[in-house]
């Protein structure tokens, strides 16, 4: 695949992009923005590709079935934790619109900047993004007091999911997360209430926990 548009409709194709704002994302930011120099060729193969510092940047066809299930509105508040290069954070950006913000952890200094830089590319959404370099174990540290989170999403295969992220997310809100080898879908129904469906067959890199070295906006 050459171009974004063959990705694109090529996921439509197989049924996993179906709405037409998870669509309009994935057409209003490009891939090939998000890869390192030498893999700009591969951006649309429909496959992960190495970013660096042993992470990748996931297939589309699994952020698009993620993104699907998130269902992020405009003006959600969202954590985006595993950022790796922006791709995901950039089309949360674009979901939420200009009243929604997007939290951004990514826990590898070296990939903060990679995604920070990658997002320039797109100065309508990046000024809709909070980047956070650091463990997102406790949840999102510049999250504004009495706020609470619409939407987590996570890139990271979880062991289990951190208590931070339960208190975060209001009633009604969503995560979306691996572990085990499955995608997890979680609402919150009350402060102890949640509705958990599982969906098997997807492979991650491993959640990694570390010491919070930076926010910036």
């Given at each position: ?25 994935f057409e209003a930011v490009d891939r090939r923005d998000f890869v390192p120099e030498t893999l700009k060729e591969a ?60 939290y951004a952890m990514e826990i590898v200094p070296a990939l903060c900047e990679f995604s920070k830089s990658n997002l ?56 979306i997360y691996p572990s085990q080898g499955s995608l997890f879908e979680e609402v919150k129904l009350g402060e102890d ?25």
């Open positions: 695949m050459k171009q974004q548009k063959e990705l694109v409709d090529s996921l439509k194709e197989q049924g996993v992009l179906k709405s037409k704002r998870v669509i309009a994302a951006a649309y193969f429909d496959e992960p590709l190495p970013i660096g510092q042993g992470q990748t940047i996931s297939q589309p066809f699994t952020v698009a079935f993620m993104l699907e299930r998130l269902d992020a509105q405009d003006g959600d508040m969202v954590f985006d934790v595993g950022s790796g290069s922006g791709w995901q954070a950039a089309m949360l950006a674009h979901l939420v619109g200009q009243k929604g913000k997007v320039a590319k797109y100065e309508n959404l990046i000024q809709r993004v909070v980047f956070e370099c650091g463990d997102a174990t406790a949840g999102v540290r510049s999250l504004p007091v009495k706020e609470s989170l619409d939407r987590i999403v996570a890139a990271a295969t979880l062991d289990e999911v951190p208590s931070a992220w339960r208190a975060q997310l209001k009633i009604g809100g969503k995560m209430e949640f509705k958990l469906i599982k969906y098997p067959g997807f492979v991650f890199v491993p959640f990694v926990k570390g010491v919070i070295s930076k926010i910036y906006e």
